[in-house]
Nanobody, 115 residues
Framework: QEQLVESGGGLVQPGGSLRLSCAAS????????MAWYRQAPGKQRELVAV???????NTADSVKGRFTISRDNAKNTVYLQMNSLKPEDTAVYYC?????????WGRGTQVTVSS
């Protein structure tokens, strides 16, 4: 059983929008923080945005004002709303969950921004 199930990636034109979702298994509880990372070809994985259990958020400077992270605690789900997408946002996006029972990574979802 997958612990994290990601969805919402795809191909979009520059200036477009996508919404990523990541649903965590109910076996993952007492979540401390949920986050999105991304990794572009030939580059290191980088933090995009993080949201704590209390709702505090932090967003990378490169996406600030364009990307918004949110979560639905009842559904154990984290979202990443991505607007005004640029070609440099092209990457595999990974969901990350930090909880008292462990650290979990999703398999990743491809986001491609191209005309």
């Amino acid at each position: 059983q997958e612990q994290l199930v990601e969805s919402g990636g795809g191909l979009v034109q520059p200036g477009g929008s996508l919404r990523l979702s990541c649903a965590a298994s109910r076996s993952i509880f007492n979540i401390i923080a949920m986050a999105w990372y991304r990794q572009a070809p030939g580059k290191q994985r980088e933090l995009v945005a993080v949201i704590t259990s209390g709702g505090s958020t932090n967003t990378a400077d490169s996406v600030k004002g364009r990307f918004t992270i949110s979560r639905d605690n009842a559904k154990n789900t984290v979202y990443l709303q991505m607007n005004s997408l640029k070609p440099e946002d092209t990457a595999v996006y990974y969901c990350n969950v930090n909880s008292v029972v462990g650290l979990y990574w999703g398999r990743g979802t491809q986001v491609t921004v191209s005309s």
